[in-house]
Nanobody, 115 residues
Framework: QVQLLESGGGLVQPGGSLRLSCAASGSIVSADKMSWYRQAPGKEREMVAIIVGGGTTTYADSVKGRFNISRDKYFRTQYLQMNNLIPDDTAVYYC?????????WGQGTQVTVSS
């Protein structure tokens, strides 16, 4: 059973930084696609960033230049470095990994940007 465990959320002031992590366990096969999504209160879940096996990344327009997605060399742990955070970044952040065509989700971690 594949499980994704997230960490790194919390409360930060506007302009601050946070780093989220998401580690996979229970699978001997690595992911070929890793993503971060977020869901703010009253809004739909939205894609934040994607990284695929070759290292190509995609970002939502709202986070370009501020967020960076990366992964470890084993394709098991993914990261989201978030800089220059703004209140609109407040949401529950979810990691997602695609392993052998099946997608798995983390439990979500709360990020709150407030002064």
């Amino acid at each position: 059973q594949v499980q994704l465990l997230e960490s790194g959320g919390g409360l930060v002031q506007p302009g601050g930084s946070l780093r989220l992590s998401c580690a996979a366990s229970g699978s001997i096969v690595s992911a070929d696609k890793m993503s971060w999504y977020r869901q703010a209160p009253g809004k739909e879940r939205e894609m934040v960033a994607i990284i695929v096996g070759g290292g190509t990344t995609t970002y939502a327009d709202s986070v370009k230049g501020r967020f960076n997605i990366s992964r470890d060399k084993y394709f098991r742990t993914q990261y989201l470095q978030m800089n220059n955070l703004i209140p609109d970044d407040t949401a529950v952040y979810y990691c997602n990994q695609r392993i052998r065509g099946r997608e798995y989700w983390g439990q979500g971690t709360q990020v709150t940007v407030s002064s």
